[in-house]
């Protein structure tokens, strides 16, 4: 099956800094999502892209989805503790009947004040 | 209550126990999911339910029995379970699983610890 290569694994910033994360994989997804998770809870969608080259925006987040449908970035301007979390890409594939999601191994941030 | 619901949102159960898991979405979607999360793993996708018909078993051991009595409800029923069965156990839905872009949103988990 497909595999989403998610990097860095981790990171460590100062409150203010700027944040950037992403995923590759070796197949073509149609829409790439980027979800938060805080301890013991579910992922929580963030932002969703449906097209080859879109860039959206929510809020102090900005993502891209790659035009060539193999990879996206994450960017989190001026952090805060509270974008303290484990951050995964998600993307999924038609298979002719059905949709499937396939989730990256995720990126934990820390926010150091 | 809005999104996706969980409930219970911790349990422990011993070896021998029967317990169920139960999700609602109020989203009017019409796919629900099963995910199990274990530490350091990715999600792993257990049972898809699109328009009350289950439509994937991921290879999950019998001792794991889906319901979903209607589109916005769907029960994880479990017995017999084994401790390495402990985990976070996800509920999503989506508008309809057979949509050429469809978007999962995720419940809160039920924390599941098997004695």
């Known amino acids: 099956g497909q595999q989403l290569n998610q990097s860095p694994q981790s990171m460590f910033i100062q409150e203010g800094e700027d944040v950037s994360m992403n995923c590759t994989s070796s197949?073509?997804?149609?829409?790439w999502l980027w979800y938060k998770q805080d301890p013991g809870e579910g992922p929580v969608l963030l932002i969703a892209?449906?097209?080859?080259?879109e860039l959206t925006s929510n809020g102090r987040l900005t993502a891209q989805f790659g035009i060539t449908r193999k990879d996206s970035f994450l960017n989190i301007s001026a952090s805060i503790p509270s974008d303290v979390g484990i951050y995964f890409c998600a993307g999924t594939e038609y298979t002719g009947t059905a949709s499937k999601l396939t989730f990256g191994t995720g990126t934990r941030l820390q926010v150091t004040l | 209550e809005t999104g996706v619901t969980q409930t219970p949102r911790h349990l422990v159960m011993g070896m021998t126990n029967k317990k169920s898991l139960k999700c609602e979405q109020h989203l009017g979607h019409n796919a629900m999911y099963w995910y199990k999360q274990s530490a350091k793993k990715p999600l792993e996708l257990m049972f898809v339910y699109n328009f009350k018909e289950q439509t994937e078993n991921n290879s999950v051991p019998s001792r794991f029995s889906p319901e979903c009595p209607n589109s916005s409800h769907l029960f994880l029923h479990l017995h017999t379970l084994q401790p390495e069965d402990s985990a976070l156990y996800l509920c999503?839905?989506?508008?309809?699983?057979?949509?050429?872009?469809?978007?999962?949103?995720f419940g809160p988990g039920t924390r599941l610890t098997v004695l």
């Open positions: 892209l449906y097209k080859a080259g």
């Open positions: 197949s073509i997804f149609n829409t």
């Open positions: 999503a839905s989506s508008q309809d699983s057979s949509e050429y872009t469809d978007t999962q949103y």
